[in-house]
């Protein structure tokens, strides 16, 4: 009998987080689309990030539309937090619940959140993915426009490495890396970094020189490489 109550105990301490620890309480702060504050009944707060998604950098087009469309959903609400996991700055991952609203899916289903494809791992993940495709292809969201946007994290690792990502202020579109360049594949004209359509629909062809282009069967866009 003691032999099976302790068996008993060990399995019970060894069932991941997930399955045992949430957090409940109001939300008192949204620091950008897939971050915000709670504070508990004891008045603790808690900073949550967000299972599985990754919204736009602050500073990145859509940036601040993210954060304006999770604190439509979440600001001053009382939420429960099913947590997964903590990460490197000691914030809890997790699954942010409202009114029965899983407002990490909610985020993506409206366009303002790519399905965070390294850490998301849950078998929800793949529906998380087809959302994404389908907010995409209705262009809700960050995806309302002609090019296509930077995922956060290779717009964060451009700025880890110290080079510019391109991206202006007022645009959507985002060099991935200065000196290259990038060609649209059904047109076949090539565009520089600094060019307003480089991150066009169609420009999946990169190429490192511009010499490269032109033996590619390239041509010049002509407004932003003379």
């Given amino acids: ?14 069932l991941p987080a997930s399955s045992q620890t949430s957090i409940q309480g109001k939300v008192v702060s949204v ?28 500073r990145q087009a859509f940036g601040q539309s993210a954060k304006k469309y999770t604190a439509s959903l979440t600001a001053g609400k009382a939420v429960k937090v099913i947590a997964y996991d903590t990460d490197r700055y ?12 899983n407002v990490n899916r909610a985020i993506i289903k409206a366009g303002y959140a790519w399905q965070y494809r390294k850490y998301c791992k849950e078998s929800f993940c793949k529906d998380w993915l ?4 389908e907010a995409r292809v209705s ?3 960050l995806w309302d426009f002609s090019g296509d946007p930077v995922p ?5 690792k451009g700025k880890r490495s110290g080079k510019s990502s ?7 579109y985002t060099a991935s890396a200065p000196g290259t360049y990038h060609g649209n594949v059904k047109s076949h004209v ?37």
């Fill in 1 to 14: 009998m003691r032999v099976s109550l302790l068996i008993f105990c060990l399995l019970l301490f060894a």
């Fill in 31 to 58: 620091a950008d689309g897939d971050t915000i504050t709670v504070l508990d009944k004891s008045n603790r707060q808690h900073k949550i990030r967000l299972y599985g998604i990754d919204t736009p950098e602050k």
């Fill in 90 to 101: 000691g914030r809890t991952v997790g699954v942010v619940m409202v009114d029965g609203i």
């Fill in 130 to 133: 087809q959302l994404e495709r």
């Fill in 139 to 141: 262009m809700r969201g």
């Fill in 152 to 156: 956060p994290w290779e717009w964060r």
């Fill in 166 to 172: 391109g991206e202006k202020t007022n645009s959507v």
């Fill in 190 to 226: 090539f565009h520089d970094p600094s060019c307003r359509h480089y991150n066009c629909k169609n420009c999946t062809e990169t190429f490192q020189t511009r010499d490269g282009a032109v033996a590619a069967g390239y041509r010049s866009c002509g407004q932003c490489d003379p």
